[in-house]
């Protein structure tokens, strides 16, 4: 279940509305001024811009609720407006209103296919299977963690994800700093495992006789038992796991902003999970 989610269904057909609307308006109030000409009512043939400046208005508002933000899109309810002040015969008007229409119909297309749809954060029961309810259990253990903190978290899990354990160790120092005295203990621990192990990956060293281990305090936040008898080798696996895993948690919990990333990266966080 990777990937990034898009809006749910209810937003996706909102926005679907919207884009249809933008023709119908604009051509309509159009159409609507020709029949009342041709009917006699002696009206501004500028009036009828009006659904120039709605449709506008709709174009406007989809680009921007996008992340990335059209400027051309954003900026024309302005030249509708202009349109709808300033007074035209019927010929000329009828021309710029038609060609208008036009325009907001190619650059909603253009919008919809160069700026893409609008994304929103996903949640925790985005997540699949087991994943999903490790992280609604510890959720609740990083509610002192802030926005800023979680998001240079979550970078240690991407770099050891990509295999950058360099950076990895370094973020992990950064994020320790930054947690400072928040009452994150174990994500602290989790980082400073995490820290530890990515220098011996980036070295190739095999795990040393003594390491960075979780205190028994923090059993109830991890998400694999260490088993009893088992070796110093697979003992250290279980300990980054379970290091990587609350950072995980911690980081997904604490940044909507970042969940899309650290989407991107469930399968890696699943595979330690079932390890």
């Known amino acids: ?25 604009s051509f309509g109030a159009t159409f609507a001024g020709v029949l009342l000409w041709q009917a006699g009512f002696a009206i501004g043939f500028q009036y009828f811009a009006i659904g120039c400046v709605i449709g506008s ?9 996008r992340p990335r933000k059209d400027i051309v899109a954003l900026s024309t309810p302005i ?9 035209t015969d019927y010929s000329s008007g009828l ?4 060609l208008y229409s036009a325009s907001l ?41 802030s926005a800023e ?42 980082l400073e495992i995490a820290g530890e192990q990515a220098v011996l990956l980036e070295k190739g060293v095999d795990a040393p006789a003594t390491f960075i281990a979780f205190l028994p305090e923090h059993a109830p936040l991890l998400a694999k038992e260490n088993l009893p008898g088992v070796d110093r080798v697979r003992q250290s696996q279980t300990v980054l796991d379970n290091a990587l895993l609350l950072i995980f948690a911690a980081a997904y919990t604490g940044s909507p902003k970042n969940r899309d990333l650290l989407r991107s990266f469930e399968g890696f966080a699943a595979k330690l999970l079932a390890e």
């Open 1 to 25: 279940m990777t990937g990034i989610d898009t809006v749910p269904r209810s937003g996706k057909n909102s926005q679907r509305l919207i884009e249809l609307a933008i023709p119908v308006i």
């Open 57 to 65: 208005c709709l174009l406007a508002y989809l680009a921007w609720i």
């Open 79 to 87: 030249y509708a407006f202009i349109f709808f002040v300033v007074p």
């Open 95 to 98: 021309v710029l209103q038609l």
């Open 105 to 145: 119909v190619l650059l909603t297309v253009r919008l919809k296919y160069r700026f893409g749809t609008l994304t929103t954060p996903v949640s925790n029961t985005s997540l699949g299977g087991e994943l999903a309810s490790y992280v609604s259990r510890v959720e609740g253990a990083f509610s002192a963690v």
């Open 149 to 190: 903190q979680a998001r240079i978290t979550g970078e240690v899990f991407v770099q050891f994800a990509r295999a950058e354990y360099r950076e990895a160790a370094k973020l992990s120092r950064e994020a320790r700093v930054l947690l400072g005295g928040t009452d994150g203990a174990a994500l602290s621990r989790a």
